[in-house]
């Protein structure tokens, strides 16, 4: 869990820096793509410096036997996920896409479902103490922009609340081989954090071929490039191998959920980081109401395992 609410620090970066960005004229699409070719590099040379060739290869050689596979996850998974919150940085504050991407937090159990597991009651009622929670925030700030921009940004993050689990969740079956749907994978490259975000990062560049193909964008600043590059970093390659790290400890789908829900703390970091660089207002009361129902239903999630894994031990 506190390796989850770590990659969350880091993932509130992107709606600060995506926001940034868009009010400099920058294109979402130069700000979705070159963050994953940046994120590339990254690992390519981290995996280099550390000696770790053996992971690289090993990656190049799974993506090749298994081309499909990562092709579909990597492009959903990172693909559609961060083409879709990118472009909803055009359209609403950082604020409104952090609070709105916490619906990945009930769309991780209705994922969880798709591939055939069960999620306790008890969890359910948590996160959804903690999707109310983002919608008080959310009404309260919708208040103060236009209605449409609101929509079409909300709509654009709720999409990719989707996308994002509903990529990285085949990367769980494959590593566990619990799906008769999703090919068993085994060895040590998806048994590394860096070695699972690389092979998803290969998957995903066909799909951002295509989109910068189809969307024909002009071409990016030196300013968009720079900002895009630490978000790589901070967001790419830090937040994401942090967060599918907490995830592969997960070993139930309740502790599945539990980690996910800890990317509900980016409400907390984006809007600190909203308010002392660009400049945005301080929650009000509603706003407040939310941040304190956010953070209790995560404490309660964090009570529940605790109290689970006491029980096992016992046992």
Known sequence: MAIGILSAFFFSSTFVLNRAMSLQG????????????????LLCLWLLVKGQVNVLTGAVREFRTHCLFWTVAGGIGFGVFYAL??????????????TTWQATILASPLVLLIFGKQVPAKGMLFTALIFIGVVLVTIEQATSSPTGEILLGFLAVTVAAFAYPLG????????YGTSARVPRIVGPVIDNSIGRVLLLVMGSIP??????????????????????????????VVATSLFLKARHHASTPYELVAVDSTQSTEVLF????????????YPGATASAGIVAVVVGLTLYIRAQATKNVKKGAC
């Open 270 to 281: 984006a809007l600190l980081g909203e308010v002392i660089f660009l400049h945005g207002s």
């Open 85 to 98: 919150l990118s472009f909803s940085a055009s359209f609403a504050p950082g604020w409104v896409v952090a």
């Open 26 to 41: 920058g294109h979402w699409v130069w700000t979705a793509s070159l963050r994953y070719v940046y994120t590339l590099v």
């Open 207 to 236: 799909f951002w071929i295509t989109l910068i193909i189809v969307a024909n964008p002009p071409p990016p600043s030196t300013g968009q490039m720079l900002t895009t590059a630490i978000v790589a970093v901070f967001s790419g």
């Open 168 to 175: 990285n969740q085949p990367v769980w079956e494959a590593r």
